[in-house]
Nanobody, 123 residues
Framework: QLQASGGGSMQPGGSLRLSCTAS????????VSWFRQAPGKEREWVSG????????FYADSVKDRFTISRDHNENTVSLHLNSLKPEDTAVYYC??????????????????WGHGTQVTVSS
């Protein structure tokens, strides 16, 4: 089971940290990604971290603003959201794929999903 937390409301330019914690299995052997879905839009891939080697990947829309990281001891993957923009407003989901070598960017490839956490950016 995955649990996502850390969403909230923030003014443009602000920061938030989202966390994705697994229970019942180790995230260390899973590729983990964050997706988001804004009202009226399709779910989109935001960022992911590979299981083997820990390489990180970002959508162009969040590159240089968001940072994904993994805490092996806490069995958690975090997403730091910086320089937030109103267009970052969405429900954010974490997902895990039992895949040590790649980070899929399509939602159907993921085995486990957490419930979403709302991020709202407005002034």
């Amino acid at each position: 089971q995955l649990q996502a937390s850390g969403g909230g409301s923030m003014q443009p330019g602000g920061s938030l940290r989202l966390s994705c914690t697994a229970s019942g299995f180790s995230l260390n052997v899973y590729a983990v990604s964050w997706f988001r879905q804004a009202p009226g839009k399709e779910r989109e891939w935001v960022s992911g971290i590979r299981a083997k080697g820990g390489s990180t990947f970002y959508a162009d829309s969040v590159k240089d603003r968001f940072t994904i990281s993994r805490d092996h001891n806490e069995n958690t993957v975090s997403l730091h959201l910086n320089s937030l923009k109103p267009e970052d407003t969405a429900v954010y989901y974490c997902a895990a794929d039992l895949n040590p070598f790649t980070v899929p960017t399509t939602s159907r490839d993921y085995d486990h999903w957490g419930h979403g956490t709302q991020v709202t950016v407005s002034s």
